[in-house]
């Protein structure tokens, strides 16, 4: 905002943009090619310093996928830029301390070490990682505000939209209607800071709200949440990729070209990087398809039809989108899609099929060469896979995952600090999110007959309840007749939203409604009509072909 009221004390008009790019530069100091020079030099430093770490950790070490700050912010500078105000809330507020967190965990890695040359090597990489960092967001904020006020037009433009008709000659002082116009113009680029995905739309509330406008003067809060939904995805739309046309495509059930999927899969990689293991959502959410879909895409419609469709009701999906039904393609495209479009409306939790062991055997594989013709789209679809969370908590109360516990977890923190980009293991911790389920009939851990994961008692659950704190277990990955399964005196939920699994199980299916009170309500519906016509005709042709008597 002080770039903004730097106007104030003199007459809008009498200002150029030349002579506020001055001002700008006599503020910081440097001039625009020292600028920069000091970013360039800042991002080779990081770049080095993340190669360094290379040759200090173990070769495949999953620290080593953490330090890839350099990448992550080349990438997005032209976005970074667009507003210097922005930049500087979202380096300062989301970047830095991610940064800083992720040098705690390669601090705690090293605490444990031996005094030795190894870990004298490690800590001076640790501070000057720390420090060049620092200096790097310094020079993209910089280089930010010199961007944004380089350009003559723009800045000319505003000026003579804001003077002409408020001011006289002579003026020495803004009118009141003056003032009113900057708030405006203020307003207004708050909501742009919100349409680059740099502010929160809290942040943006509260600076809104300061401004003393009334609704009319500017975008509503209420199409600001909107806006927010979009996140960093607007931009994309100036670069070719129209997310809601690709959605409302999907919608009936047409696919999506190649190269557009391709390009889907890597920016939702981008946007994934950066959640938790363990993300963390307020009610009300609309567990939606809590996991199981397994490419019934009809059925998957008629989700949204009981739940509603995004962005008006929060989903939460639990895992195991593909394989098995007839459209795992269009069933992935189209969650990815809204994802995407809506990453804070949507969240995605990986399941055991979103990997590329399953996918070969269970359908995925086969129907993504059959409908493309290559082995392409499978690739783009499960490296994405390998970016998904392993979990969600909501409103701290209720613990969600695909399969169930492991008896390597006690904590959720545990979860936070696994290294979750790769294939799913055979075994081990993340095996055992994605693989294992409860058993009724024991209090404790015993191997599951699915030969990966654990089976799990109620006396496992109550205890990972109370060190955690939380209420309830929320997972997917077991067909439940009914539709969904309460254990454990309500300590645990099943929720299986395929109904008529594989088109022949003749099963109900559910999602899960989460009250802000904690309130849950299971909706039990059928499978959708449209099965019947577009369903086990194909169904039956395609088992002939090959049948696998499996059920994950």
């Not at 008006?312 to 795992?328: C, E, M, P």
């Not at 006690?410 to 095996?431: T, W």
Request: charged share 20%.
């Amino acid at each position: 905002s002080n770039d903004i009221f730097i106007f104030t004390n003199r007459p809008l008009h009498t200002i150029s943009g030349g002579a506020i790019r001055t001002l700008v530069n006599n503020k910081c100091n440097l001039s625009e090619r020292q600028i920069i020079d000091n970013l360039t030099n800042g991002f080779q430093r990081i770049d080095q310093l993340e190669s360094e770490l290379n040759g200090l950790l173990p070769l495949g070490h999953p620290l080593l996928a953490k330090f890839m700050w350099s990448q992550v912010l080349s990438q997005n500078l032209s976005r970074l830029s667009q507003n210097q105000f922005a930049t500087k809330h979202y380096l300062e507020k989301q970047i830095k301390p991610a940064i800083t967190e992720d040098l705690e965990v390669l601090l705690d890695y090293i605490k444990n070490k031996a005094l030795n040359e190894e870990k004298s090597r490690l800590q001076n990489w640790i501070m000057a990682y720390q420090m060049d960092t620092q200096t790097l967001i310094e020079s993209i904020i910089l280089y930010a505000q010199i961007n944004l006020l380089n350009n003559n037009d723009e800045l000319d433009s505003m000026i003579s939209y804001l003077c002409p008709s408020l001011f006289s000659e002579t003026a020495q002082f803004h009118s009141p209607l003056s003032v009113k116009v900057l708030r405006i113009n203020l307003a207004n680029q708050a909501v742009g800071c919100v349409l680059v995905g740099m502010r929160k739309i809290e942040y943006v509330q509260d600076s809104l709200s300061a401004l003393e406008l009334s609704d009319d003067d500017y975008l509503t809060i209420e199409a600001l949440d909107d806006i927010y939904a979009t996140n960093l995805i607007t931009f994309d739309r100036k670069m070719g990729l129209d997310l809601d046309a690709c959605i409302s495509q999907l919608l009936q059930k047409q696919l999506l070209a190649e190269t557009l999927l391709k390009e889907i899969c890597e920016k939702t990689k981008e946007l994934l990087m950066n959640e938790s293991n363990c993300v963390s959502i307020s009610a009300p959410v609309t567990v939606e398809s809590v996991g199981d879909i397994h490419g019934q895409f009809y059925d998957l419609i008629e989700i949204f039809r009981i739940g509603g469709y995004c962005p008006y009701t929060n989903y939460l999906f639990l895992g195991d989108y593909v394989d098995r039904g007839l459209f795992s393609v269009e069933t992935i495209s189209l969650l990815t899609c809204l994802k995407l479009r809506y990453p804070h409306r949507v969240q995605l939790v990986r399941g055991n099929h979103e990997s590329r062991a399953v996918t070969q055997t269970y359908g995925f594989y086969t129907e993504c060469v059959r409908k493309y013709g290559s082995t392409n789209v499978w690739h783009y679809f499960t490296d994405m896979f390998d970016y998904l969370t392993l979990s969600v908590v909501i409103d701290d109360r209720i613990f969600c995952v695909h399969g169930g516990l492991s008896p390597s977890i006690h904590s959720i923190d545990q979860i936070k600090i696994l290294d979750r980009y790769r294939e799913i293991p055979h075994e081990g911790p993340m095996a055992d999110l994605v693989w294992s389920d409860p058993d009724p009939d024991k209090e404790e851990f015993s191997i599951s007959p699915r030969g990966a994961g654990y089976t799990f008692g109620g006396l496992v659950v109550k205890k990972f309840l109370e060190i955690n704190k939380m209420e309830h277990i929320l997972r997917a990955h077991q067909l439940c007749m009914e539709g969904y399964q309460v254990l454990y005196d309500d300590r645990l939920s099943t929720v299986w939203s395929a109904p008529n699994y594989c088109y022949r199980c003749g099963n109900m299916a559910s999602i899960l409604e989460v009250g802000v009170d904690g309130q849950r309500f299971f909706n039990v519906f059928d499978a959708a009509p449209e099965n019947e016509r577009d369903g086990p005709t194909q169904q039956l042709s395609i088992e002939k072909k090959e049948k696998v008597h499996y059920f994950l």
